[in-house]
């Protein structure tokens, strides 16, 4: 793998015809592997990534049934946080905040991990109640949450609505200063390019269509191109997941929904937060190249498409003029969808399922983007060891079973 | 913005409709010998179908439960079957 550093950048600056390589190859598959990884997102990307480096298990590809990086990877709205409810939760997400602060120098590819601070507003003084809850939850558990009064938040967010007949005025708030937001494309790129770097095949438009088991064991997979073998399987196809396994006979605790963003035109900075409003949904931040990134809530019918639907997107953008009336000036350049993988309690899916060999990383919802590394780091710690990691053990698919979810819908009033 | 049809109001807006369930499922009984697996399957697991699914909505306003067949993928919408009409049916 070629290393970026300053030196890298001037000399090629100075040819006339600069000489930069590809950051990864353009694999063929081979007929057998160690490990195969099913989705070449974030999430996938960073498995192959961690098995490579934290395990030592090279021999591995990544399958994409398009390029890799443009499904969730590629829609998200590219939020950093661990400002949620319960221990399991906490210790999982801020696994992969820690992660991320280290990722650009680890990867060594600039993932512009800026973190700005992640701030919630409230409106009544029930909510700022909630917001006492959560901070305290944060406190406790071990990671930054400060409370802020209605004057701290305007200090920080001078555009709010502060019309006198504003619906939803300033409160208070609360505010994870550790959070922010990374590029997500060079998310997937970076570890794209560090696993290539150690070898693995990133195979792309290589759709899977069927699995190979023997003797009730998975032994590879037959694709678009072809059969291709390994003994073990990692699946982190976010919506996907449930249309893959349901070939292996399993149903998933998971409904798919679409989930919208929206992007207005670049204008100066004027948003350094990002901001969420307790009583819209909506959550708002300016991206690096200024435009304002937001979005909201699901929508309300379960889809597998990629398109979003009117009255989702009136309740965002509504809430968003609410929050902020001068961006009512802007112009809305794009407007796109995602499909996520909802589970009812809002807790992804870590774990085996009844088919040995085969693994599964899913059921992130609205907020996959924040949990690459740590998706990665516990998936290849599972297929690596054929057991838990102590962070990912809640999460595991028997937790329907027992009885014992982590139930963060409720916990930290996430927006599904 | 997409049209459904109550079986009571007649066809309405989207937005006065929320999701339930995925239909076709049967509680089973009786509860002293359903397995933990079992009843977390009854109570959690979806098939979430690319294509055509059937499913139980409610119309909020007149609060009538329905069967909804339509597709995940193309959003066209099928029919709406009220769940007193399917239920005759199927006895």
């Known amino acids: ?416 | 913005m997409q049209i459904f049809e109550c079986p009571f109001c007649g066809e309405r807006n989207e937005t006065e409709f929320h999701f339930l369930t995925e239909a076709g499922k049967e509680r089973p009984e009786p509860a002293e010998e359903v397995s933990d697996s079992r009843w977390a399957e009854y109570l959690y697991l979806h098939k979430s179908p690319r294509g055509k699914t059937s499913e139980i909505w409610v119309h909020i306003p007149c609060g009538e439960f329905f069967i909804l067949q339509r597709d995940t993928v193309t959003r066209e919408v099928y029919q709406s079957i009220s769940l007193q009409d399917y239920q005759t049916k199927k006895v």
Request: hydrophobic share 40%; charged share 20%; proline share 5%.
């Open chain 1, 1 to 416: 793998m070629e290393n970026y550093h300053i030196g890298s950048l001037i000399t090629q600056g100075l040819k006339k015809k600069p000489s930069w390589k590809p950051a990864w190859r353009k694999a063929k598959a081979k007929p057998s592997y160690d490990v195969i990884i099913i989705g070449g997102g974030g999430h996938g990307l960073a498995t192959a990534y961690y098995l490579a480096k934290n395990h030592g298990i090279k021999n591995v590809a990544i399958l994409e049934k398009g390029p890799i990086g443009l499904g969730n990877t590629g829609r998200n709205t590219t939020t950093i946080r661990s400002n949620y409810f319960y221990p399991e939760s906490v210790a999982l997400y801020d696994l992969s905040l820690r992660l991320y602060e280290n990722l650009s120098k680890e990867l060594n590819f600039n993932i512009m991990f800026s973190q700005r601070g992640m701030m919630m507003v409230a409106h009544t003084p029930t909510q700022m109640e909630i917001c006492n809850r959560i901070a305290n939850a944060m406190v406790i558990n071990g990671v930054d949450g400060e409370l802020l009064t209605a004057r701290q938040v305007m200090d920080k967010i001078p555009l709010w609505n502060k019309k006198k007949d504003a619906r939803y005025k300033c409160h208070g708030g609360i505010m994870q200063n550790r959070g922010g937001v990374a590029r997500h494309d060079a998310v997937a790129w970076g570890y794209a390019r560090a696993a290539d770097g150690f070898g693995v095949d990133i195979i792309e438009n290589c759709m899977v269509e069927d699995f190979l088991l023997e003797a009730g064991r998975v032994k590879g997979v037959i694709t678009s191109k072809g059969e291709i073998r390994a003994d073990r399987i990692g699946i982190a196809a976010a919506g996907g997941t449930p249309y893959l396994v349901a070939k292996l006979g399993q149903n998933l605790p998971i409904l798919d929904y679409a989930l919208q963003a929206f992007v207005t035109e670049p204008i100066k900075p004027c948003l350094d937060v990002v901001v969420l409003s307790l009583g819209t949904g909506t959550y708002v931040l300016q991206s690096d190249k200024g435009e304002i990134v937001f979005g909201g809530g699901l929508d309300r019918i379960p889809t597998h498409t990629q398109r979003g639907n009117l009255p989702a997107q009136e309740t965002v953008v509504s809430g968003l003029l609410e929050m902020f009336p001068s961006f009512g000036q802007l112009k809305l350049l794009r407007q796109w969808a995602g499909v996520v993988d909802v589970v009812p309690d809002s807790s992804p899916l870590i774990g085996p399922i009844d088919t040995p060999g085969v693994y599964i990383n899913c059921g992130w919802g609205t907020g996959g983007f924040k949990a690459i590394p740590a998706g990665g780091w516990l998936l290849a710690h599972l297929i690596a060891k054929d057991e838990h990691h102590f962070i990912s053990e809640p999460f595991d698919l028997n937790r329907f079973n027992t009885g014992r979810l982590i139930d963060e819908a409720t916990g930290s009033g996430i927006a599904h």
